[in-house]
């Protein structure tokens, strides 16, 4: 419900002593419907010193404690799976529909990452040293994985409550304290995943944080504090100067993407447009991974655009609570950057294949043909329901694109020849390439990473559990 809501800090809701806080508009009645907290650097520090003491628990309790414990939280997760959906239609103006799946799918997050650190944390590794050469078997290793110690968390706006599972949970599992900096808007979602945490009843005071702030003001503190043992961010640029800050401590990032889809002359295009059009408008095109430029050979350009388009006209725009396909953009601040994209390609000479339309933060579903390199939607990510489609004369000059982006996160080729897949995913250098099937994140176990300025560090369950922790080694003398 709209209203002002408390930080989470040290097992108490908070209202922030700064008397200030951070208001959140509806993307969808463009109505400030929100408030939460603009914590103060005391409170941040107050946050940081119950992760530590907390931790100093928690890095004791039994694995398969710690794996029930998230287990519980997974289930209060479903219980609360309308409120907090209805929470994301309100903040996000993402549909109902896929409001209720992120609950879903990071409910099954958590219950896996429970499963997985299980399997992974139990085991460790054995070294005799008489394999190095000139040794005697006088020392035995043993090695394992130990937590880091206390864990920022920064989810971007587009996936609050999955994107901020998908940092908690392997950090919790690994013995780990967390800090929580939910993305301003998807706050008040992050803070009713906290109170999950909060009802599950079953993490020692101050191991879980959400902690609201002002980011210009307050950002830099809670990732260069020295209580921070670990980094995990995803969202836009300003991952690239928290990078340059944080010191020596593990980082993961994911900083967005430029996602390329490369269609050949001999690609399935009933098959490539399908993917095409869910990968480039689903939740409006606001997803790291979402399609951000179809690169086609000519020869079949026009039929593959006639069966976009078929699809695009189908796509139905208006509000999150309908459950339409294309709902307002996250803010006003971006449906005008969007707009300025789609205004630079049609001075430079795009053809428009749908009219664009706004209304608002609503921007109808739009497909640009004919877009060439000097154009800024060629290289920017609108993160909007604008998709640029370039035309190009074989796989070579479309890998070159492909490579040539700042922000390698996912890649896709579409082609019925498996060597012809595998030569292009072998020359596209981007975090994932998918064949024949649109970029995606999920499901959320397979390994996640960009290339250049997308990122740093591999996510997915297994690799962040991995990143959560570092390997201590105990060596017996044998004298
Ligand atoms: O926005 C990035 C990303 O995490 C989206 O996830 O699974 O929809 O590709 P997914």
Redesign the pocket.
């Known amino acids: 419900a709209s209203g002002s809501y408390k930080s989470y800090i040290n097992g108490q809701w908070l209202r922030s002593c700064s008397n200030k806080v951070v208001t959140i508009t509806n993307p969808a009645t463009r109505k400030e419907e929100f408030k939460v907290q603009a914590c103060t650097r005391e409170e941040i520090d107050a946050a940081y010193e119950g992760c530590t003491e907390a931790q100093k628990i928690w890095r004791q309790v039994p694995l398969w404690k710690r794996a029930e414990a998230l287990r519980k939280v997974a289930s209060v997760l479903r219980e609360q799976r309308d409120t907090i959906a209805e929470c994301l239609v309100n903040e996000i103006a993402k549909a109902r529909k896929d409001s209720l799946s992120e609950v879903d799918r990071s409910a099954d997050l958590i219950e896996y990452c429970a499963e997985e650190g299980i399997r992974l944390l139990s085991k460790g590794d054995f070294l005799t040293s008489d394999a190095f050469k000139g040794t005697d078997r006088t020392k035995l290793c043993l090695s394992s994985r130990v937590p880091l110690g206390n864990v920022l968390c920064i989810p ?1 706006f ?2 609050p409550v ?2 901020a599972v998908s940092k908690i949970a392997p950090a919790l599992i690994s013995g780990n304290a967390v800090l929580v900096k939910p993305p301003t808007q998807g706050a008040v979602s992050g803070l009713h995943l906290a109170q999950c945490f909060d009802k599950a009843g079953v993490f020692p005071k101050g191991l879980v944080n959400f902690v609201t702030v002002r980011a210009s003001e307050n950002g830099d503190y809670l990732a260069e504090h020295p209580s921070n043992n670990c980094l995990s961010f ?1 969202g836009g640029d300003v991952g690239l100067s928290l990078a340059k800050k944080v010191g020596m401590i593990p980082i993961q990032m ?1 900083l ?2 430029k996602d390329a889809c490369i269609v050949c002359s001999d690609a399935d295009l009933d098959l490539a447009a399908k993917h095409i059009i869910k990968g480039g408008f ?2 409006s095109g ?5 399609v951000k430029v179809v690169l086609v050979e000519g020869e079949v350009a026009d039929q593959l655009i006639e069966k976009v388009l078929g699809g695009v006209n189908k796509l139905t725009v208006g509000m999150p609570d309908d459950n339409c396909n294309i709902t307002p953009v996250i803010s006003e601040t971006s449906a005008n950057f969007i707009e300025k994209l789609v205004m630079d390609a049609k001075e430079k000479g795009a053809k428009f294949l749908t009219e664009y339309r706004r209304e608002g933060n609503l921007i109808w579903p739009c497909l640009l043909d004919h877009v060439r390199p000097d154009m800024d939607i060629a290289w920017e990510e609108p993160f909007g329901p604008v998709l640029p489609i370039m035309r190009v004369s074989n796989t070579d000059q479309a890998v070159e694109h492909a490579n040539k982006n700042r922000v390698a ?2 890649s896709c080729v579409f082609t019925k020849d498996i060597e012809k897949a595998i030569k292009i995913s072998d020359s596209v250098q981007s975090g994932t390439v998918q064949i024949n099937g649109a ?6 176990h397979f390994p ?1 990473q960009g290339f250049r300025d997308s990122g740093i560090g591999s996510q997915g369950i297994a690799n962040s559990i991995g990143m959560m922790t570092k390997t201590k080694t105990t060596v017996i003398n044998l004298n």
């Not at 970029?439 to 959320?444: K, W």
Request: charge should be neutral; charged fraction near 15%.
């Open positions: 971007p587009n996936y999955n994107l995803t994911e967005g993407g689903s939740y606001q997803r790291c991974t979402a996160l996912q970029p995606a994140r999920g499901p959320d996640f």
